[in-house]
């Protein structure tokens, strides 16, 4: 009874919420995104913009971006935003990752890459030197890639932070995913808000002057609009250099729902707000995820031409 009172509010709340014009995206096809999906089967890797359900995955593959996740498609945490499978002991890891990887990003020509990962706390390094080989191994096959990590908190060891550091990704994003006061909400009870920001402060100190930190707020959870310029401002507070800001949706009915759809004038106002504060960069907009084309094709820009 209780589940299907649950479905029943949801459809309520979304005869009241629905989908406004300005999210709806075509059904992905294309010859260069069937090959980057057949690709990602042959070789059992996990991409996540298909476990995220990333609105534009046809887009981005279609122009020879893709964001890989690392450590196979299962998490040990179980963020109620997330639509990633959940267990507390996922299989072992594939040690052929780092290789099938490299190889794949090489035969996709690509200049700038981003790689995620799932959480696996069930390991005795939560995974963080399985992460740093799919790095480096990933880096010798593409010697002018340039590439993004976007890491777990490791439960804020920081010993593990700097494994990932020491692997010489360009850029080093974690995100903190929401506002201070919905995190117990939102994600997981191991992933707290100030800990996040104990990490991203961890990668800008501790990181050479040429690389940058990243991060990421998901909007229409409930948060106010002070709330969201507060967690800017944190995360300036601690160095991040790009931010991203994007519509919440809701993937399926066991997940959060979604409180109401920001628009884009609201998006553009966080934008300028952002800017304002000395942010290098920021995307923001309904369609913005933390991997983002348009944010990485700057960002690969300002890397490049620093260098």
């Not at 890989?68 to 639509?83: I, K, L, N, P």
């Not at 929401?178 to 100030?194: Q, S």
């Not at 991040?240 to 809701?250: A, E, I, K, N």
């Amino acid at each position: 009874m209780t589940a299907i009172l649950e479905k029943q509010n949801f459809r309520k709340r979304h005869d009241r919420l629905p989908k406004p014009s300005w999210l709806k995206v075509r059904f992905p096809s294309g010859e260069r995104f069937h090959w980057i999906e057949s690709q990602a089967r042959k070789l059992a890797l996990s991409t996540v913009c298909e476990e995220a359900r990333c609105p534009n995955i046809g887009e981005c593959w279609n122009s020879g971006t893709a964001t890989f996740m690392v450590m196979g498609d299962t998490c040990t945490r179980g963020c109620r935003f997330c639509s990633v499978k959940t267990e507390k002991q996922p299989g072992p890891l594939d040690m052929e990752e780092p290789l099938k990887l490299a190889d794949t990003i090489r035969q996709m020509k690509l200049g700038y890459v981003v790689l995620t990962t799932v959480d696996r706390d069930d390991l005795e390094d939560q995974g963080a030197g399985h992460i740093a080989r799919c790095i480096r191994s990933t880096q010798r096959a593409n010697p002018n890639l340039l590439i993004e990590i976007l890491m777990p908190d490791f439960r804020g060891e920081l010993n593990l932070v700097q494994q990932v550091i020491d692997s010489q990704a360009a850029v080093l994003a974690h995100n903190l995913e929401t506002v201070r006061r919905l995190t117990p909400r939102v994600r997981d009870p191991r992933a707290t808000y100030d800990q996040s920001l104990a990490v991203l402060k961890y990668l800008h100190e501790n990181s050479s002057e040429n690389k940058y930190t990243k991060s990421s707020l998901m909007l229409g959870l409930g948060e106010t609009k002070e709330e969201v310029v507060e967690a800017m401002r944190d995360m300036r507070a601690v160095g991040v250099s790009f931010l991203t800001l994007g519509q919440y949706l809701q993937p399926t009915l066991k997940h959060l729902a979604v409180e109401r759809f920001v628009t884009p004038e609201e998006f553009e106002d966080f934008k300028k707000i952002g800017e304002e504060m000395g942010f290098l960069y920021v995307a923001s907009g309904p369609l913005v995820r933390s991997s983002y084309k348009a944010a990485e094709f700057f960002i690969e820009k300002k890397i490049r031409q620093s260098a």
